[in-house]
């Protein structure tokens, strides 16, 4: 399968909207991973935030880790640095999540091999809500 369809199918295929775990979420709205994930909330996403040093942002309780989360979510969305990669596909293939979304400039091709041998589809160094409007024209 190629990157657009793996992209389409990720963002629902503009009908089933779909939960995104957005690991590393911000409680502050300059940070990237706060703005991009307002956005795909006001898009009709159902967003879980994954971060432990917080309790809630956007409206939603924040979790400590995907193995705590309340649901397999659709989508794993990645705003951590490219050395912290690896252990978040570790814990999505100890779990059986099957998509990650690694935000735009953050890059660990060997995370993405070991992803993708897993059987997990990977999109790499793009932005989820850049995606999302492209589709949207």
Known sequence: MNEPEVIDEMLGGGSAKRTIAV???SDNPAKPSHYVSEYMQRHGYK???VNPSIENVLGEKS????????VKPDVVNVFR???L???????????????????QGIVNREAA????????RVVMDR???????????
């Not at 979790?63 to 309340?70: E, N, R």
């Not at 990669?85 to 998509?99: H, Q, R, S, T, W």
């Open 85 to 103: 990669i690896p252990a978040i596909v570790d814990e999505m293939l100890a779990l059986g999540l099957k998509n990650i979304w690694v935000q």
């Open 113 to 120: 091999e070991r992803a993708e041998q897993g059987g997990i």
């Open 23 to 25: 690991v590393g979420l």
């Open 63 to 70: 979790y400590p880790s995907l193995a705590t989360l309340p």
């Open 81 to 83: 640095v490219p050395s």
């Open 127 to 137: 932005c989820i809500m850049v995606e999302h409007r492209r589709r949207q024209m």
């Open 47 to 49: 967003i879980y935030p």
